[in-house]
């Protein structure tokens, strides 16, 4: 009976672990994929980029962009604090002063009490607890004032030339990839084309209808294009590059660019752009505002001649005990208002040192306005001048590169025919991917010249 017994409980243990292991089991296959599903996540697709979304994007990171932001802000705060110096200034004065007693009896300042040994203060005990409010008026000041918002808005026009800079950098380097993956197309056509022509070549020789020479020719050329290629995917990897240091913390993250190379925007009459330049020109407005920031200051120079005034207004107790009242009905909560003048008589000429300092700033500033005037003029007209020449040549290159690709098609069928040599055929090819990479290159320089333009005129329409 015990041993039936046993053998049962035996079994039954037996199925019990079995039973465990193959829920285990089950539990590693299901926590398996489950695990691979976590630490592989889907690969998603690299995001599109704008234009816009990539100056965007470089304004975060642009090492230019940031530091004429700090100076911007800096100027800010500078002409804040030049605007609270004209303002009353309120702080609370707090103190406990002891002095020796003189030994000499009813001497101090209470009945009863004894003097300081030292006669400049008031008592042997004395408590102050003051708010005080002062202010200083100074034509000097003033013109302080407005000499560091006449930097600030030059740091402004600063910040702005800066951000169009960066545009002008930013579209150079999008559409030199854009220009880029353009040139690698076309050298891969290149290359199949070549491809064929070989097996055009090899294909007639076999007929007896060409020289072996044309087929050499034709793997000549072949291994040309197989060159221009690598080169090509070379100089996109250069472009992506250059534009990924721009955008991403990491150079070599994934992305796409929007395709707008071969988008041509029409070009605004000269009037207007020398409308949009007079209105919207951070050149001009950062020299005049430093002219501006160098005529406050000889003001600010000139105004050291000029006395200043100051205010004082004091509220609180000054007294021999640290109450509002003392005994015998004394009130020591109290006021008191002051006002002073300082009138400057003898510097030895520092006054007249730092005015003609000035002066010289200030004729310095004005030679720079009127050669940035000078400049901008000449910039501009030349600007809109290369516009409208890339313009030009924008057209003209996308139409050779139609006639390129259709002078290879009829030459390709005239050789076929036996109507055309080798060599012509392989100048059409050179033809066409020259005219393609001569089309992207074209593009390139037209965006760019619009980017040049509107760092003087601002946002085309």
Not at 243 to 251: A, C, I, M, Q, T
């Given at each position: 009976?015990?041993?039936?017994?046993?053998?049962?409980?035996?079994?039954?243990?037996?199925?019990?672990?079995?039973?465990?292991?193959?829920?285990?089991?089950?539990?590693?296959?299901?926590?398996?994929?489950?695990?691979?599903?976590?630490?592989?996540?889907?690969?998603?697709?690299?995001?599109?980029?704008?234009?816009?979304?990539?100056?965007?994007?470089?304004?975060?990171?642009?090492?230019?962009?940031?530091?004429?932001?700090?100076?911007?802000?800096?100027?800010?705060?500078?002409?804040?604090?030049?605007?609270?110096?004209?303002?009353?200034?309120?702080?609370?004065?707090?103190?406990?002063?002891?002095?020796?007693?003189?030994?000499?009896?009813?001497?101090?300042?209470?009945?009863?009490?004894?003097?300081?040994?030292?006669?400049?203060?008031?008592?042997?005990?004395?408590?102050?607890?003051?708010?005080?409010?002062?202010?200083?008026?100074?034509?000097?000041?003033?013109?302080?004032?407005?000499?560091?918002?006449?930097?600030?808005?030059?740091?402004?026009?600063?910040?702005?030339?800066?951000?169009?800079?960066?545009?002008?950098?930013?579209?150079?380097?999008?559409?030199?990839?854009?220009?880029?993956?353009?040139?690698?197309?076309?050298?891969?056509?290149a290359e199949q084309e070549a491809q064929r022509f070989v097996d055009l070549t090899r294909k007639l020789e076999a007929g007896r209808e060409v020289a072996h020479a044309d087929v050499l020719k034709a793997e000549l050329q072949?291994?040309?294009?197989?060159?221009?290629?690598?080169?090509?995917?070379?100089?996109?990897?250069?472009?992506?590059?250059?534009?990924?240091?721009?955008?991403?913390?990491?150079?070599?993250?994934?992305?796409?660019?929007?395709?707008?190379?071969?988008?041509?925007?029409?070009?605004?009459?000269?009037?207007?752009?020398?409308?949009?330049?007079?209105?919207?020109?951070?050149?001009?407005?950062?020299?005049?505002?430093?002219?501006?920031?160098?005529?406050?200051?000889?003001?600010?120079?000139?105004?050291?001649?000029?006395?200043?005034?100051?205010?004082?207004?004091?509220?609180?107790?000054?007294?021999?005990?640290?109450?509002?009242?003392?005994?015998?009905?004394?009130?020591?909560?109290?006021?008191?208002?002051?006002?002073?003048?300082?009138?400057?008589?003898?510097?030895?000429?520092?006054?007249?040192?730092?005015?003609?300092?000035?002066?010289?700033?200030?004729?310095?500033?004005?030679?720079?306005?009127?050669?940035?005037?000078?400049?901008?003029?000449?910039?501009?007209?030349?600007?809109?001048?290369?516009?409208?020449?890339?313009?030009?040549?924008?057209?003209?290159?996308?139409?050779?590169?139609?006639?390129?690709?259709?002078?290879?098609?009829?030459?390709?069928?005239?050789?076929?025919?036996?109507?055309?040599?080798?060599?012509?055929?392989?100048?059409?090819?050179?033809?066409?991917?020259?005219?393609?990479?001569?089309?992207?290159?074209?593009?390139?320089?037209?965006?760019?010249?619009?980017?040049?333009?509107?760092?003087?005129?601002?946002?085309?329409?």
């Open positions: 009976m015990v041993k039936q017994f046993a053998e049962r409980a035996g079994h039954f243990a037996f199925r019990v672990c079995g039973l465990v292991v193959c829920l285990g089991w089950m539990l590693v296959g299901i926590a398996i994929p489950l695990r691979a599903q976590t630490t592989n996540p889907v690969a998603t697709d690299p995001p599109l980029i704008t234009l816009a979304e990539a100056e965007a994007r470089a304004k975060k990171i642009e090492p230019i962009w940031l530091a004429q932001q700090a100076v911007r802000g800096s100027a800010i705060y500078d002409r804040r604090a030049a605007l609270a110096a004209l303002l009353p200034q309120a702080r609370f004065h707090g103190e406990a002063l002891y002095t020796q007693p003189n030994g000499v009896p009813d001497s101090g300042p209470l009945p009863g009490t004894t003097g300081p040994v030292f006669i400049a203060n008031n008592s042997v005990h004395e408590y102050i607890s003051q708010g005080l409010v002062t202010d200083r008026l100074s034509v000097a000041d003033v013109a302080r004032y407005r000499q560091t918002s006449a930097l600030a808005q030059q740091a402004q026009a600063e910040a702005e030339i800066a951000q169009r800079g960066l545009h002008a950098t930013v579209t150079l380097a999008y559409y030199s990839e854009l220009a880029a993956e353009h040139k690698r197309t076309a050298a891969q056509r072949q291994e040309q294009r197989q060159r221009d290629l690598a080169d090509a995917q070379q100089a996109l990897l250069a472009a992506r590059e250059s534009l990924g240091v721009l955008l991403f913390s990491d150079p070599s993250t994934r992305y796409t660019l929007e395709d707008t190379l071969s988008t041509q925007s029409e070009i605004p009459e000269q009037t207007e752009v020398h409308a949009l330049a007079a209105q919207s020109n951070p050149e001009v407005r950062s020299a005049l505002a430093a002219l501006h920031a160098a005529q406050q200051d000889t003001h600010a120079a000139w105004a050291e001649y000029l006395p200043s005034f100051t205010l004082g207004y004091n509220y609180g107790i000054d007294a021999p005990e640290f109450a509002a009242n003392g005994s015998g009905g004394r009130q020591y909560l109290g006021y008191s208002i002051g006002a002073g003048v300082d009138l400057p008589l003898w510097n030895w000429f520092r006054t007249q040192d730092k005015v003609e300092q000035s002066k010289l700033h200030e004729h310095e500033a004005q030679a720079a306005l009127d050669y940035v005037q000078r400049q901008s003029i000449a910039a501009l007209d030349a600007s809109y001048g290369e516009l409208q020449t890339a313009s030009a040549a924008f057209t003209s290159l996308e139409t050779s590169v139609q006639q390129a690709q259709q002078s290879l098609r009829l030459t390709t069928e005239r050789y076929q025919a036996g109507e055309a040599s080798v060599l012509e055929v392989v100048d059409a090819q050179n033809t066409d991917l020259a005219a393609e990479s001569a089309a992207a290159d074209g593009a390139v320089r037209f965006h760019v010249a619009r980017a040049n333009l509107e760092r003087w005129t601002g946002p085309l329409p």
